[in-house]
């Protein structure tokens, strides 16, 4: 039985996963995207998000708890400043994975982990989504054969194909 065994060692001893858990990390918070394998990912989104909450509250306390994760100035910086303000409305789910397919020389499955607040594609089709009117279902009578698909616009008449008159060879 699997019992209390949540974590992804990842085929690495302890201070090895922290080391490289904490330099993916400062990538993805810097860079707010970063291309790795599916196993990486899911282990670096348990790993950053909590680290994402604490940024929402700006005291020296937050500051020195994720800088003992991260061990990066600039990252903690960018954190605080910029990633902060984006995602304090956010309850939550700050990170998105998408499977971009298998690596070719081990056929691992890659991915993009990326920050959901800063994919501009994203979100400007959820905006454009939006602005759609809602469809509703019409549980009225079925239309005839004989009317138009278009309002306003009769259907077009059955022609019968005129036969084409055959002149004899010389």
């Excluded at 003992?68 to 960018?78: D, F, H, I, M, P």
């Amino acid at each position: 039985m699997r019992h209390q065994k949540k974590i992804n060692h990842l085929g690495r001893k302890s201070a090895h996963r922290k080391a490289m858990l904490s330099n993916m990390a400062s990538s993805l918070i810097i860079h707010k995207r970063i291309h790795t394998t599916v196993a990486k990912a899911k282990a670096l989104r348990i790993f950053v998000e909590p680290l994402i909450t604490k940024s929402k509250e700006d005291s020296t306390h937050s500051r020195r708890m994720v800088f003992g994760y991260l061990q990066n100035k600039e990252a903690v910086t960018e954190l605080f400043r910029e990633i902060s303000k984006k995602i304090m409305e956010r309850p939550g789910g700050y990170t998105r994975i998408l499977k971009t397919g298998n690596r070719f020389g081990d056929n691992a499955e890659m991915c993009l982990i990326e920050l959901v607040d800063y994919n501009e594609t994203m979100l400007t089709a959820k905006d454009e989504g939006k602005a759609k009117a809602t469809r509703r279902r019409r549980g009225g009578v079925k239309k005839k054969a004989t009317e138009s698909p278009v309002k306003g616009t009769e259907p077009e008449p059955e022609v019968a194909p005129t036969p084409v008159e055959e002149k004899p060879e010389e």
